[in-house]
């Protein structure tokens, strides 16, 4: 599976601006970019497994123990389901549940079937 246009660039820009908002200090803005990037990225698997990644240290960051346990547990399954089946929309977030759809933002949905 190949990205659509612009939408390699749309998951880089959404890392960058998440580097940007934790510079700033700013959790929630930072996450919020995550779960964007994780939307973007879930359906190829090393876009897929970063985004976890970031969530990993993200909940390493602030305490988090239920993110970082989600996030281990989301990792395994984004290096091995991401070519195979993933929930569109979904967040990524420990805070939801790993299965369920979700409504894709507007200005996403260009880039995710």
């Given amino acids: 599976m190949s990205w659509k246009s612009g939408q390699k660039e749309a998951y880089s820009r959404e890392l960058v601006a998440a580097t940007l908002a934790r510079s700033r200090g700013d959790a929630q803005s930072e996450f919020a970019h995550l779960e964007r990037a994780h939307i973007l990225g879930q359906r ?27 996030q281990v547990v989301r990792m ?22 790993p299965f ?8 996403l949905r260009a880039y995710v079937d």
Wanted: hydrophobic letters at 40%; a positive charge.
């Fill in 100 to 107: 369920r759809p979700m409504p894709v933002p507007e200005d």
């Fill in 76 to 97: 395994l399954a984004a290096l091995t389901k991401s070519r195979i089946w993933v929930p569109l929309g979904n967040t990524g977030g420990a805070n939801v549940n």
């Fill in 44 to 70: 190829y698997t090393i876009a897929h497994t970063l985004t976890h990644w970031r969530m990993f240290r993200f909940g390493l960051r602030r305490r988090n123990i239920r993110e970082v346990f989600g």
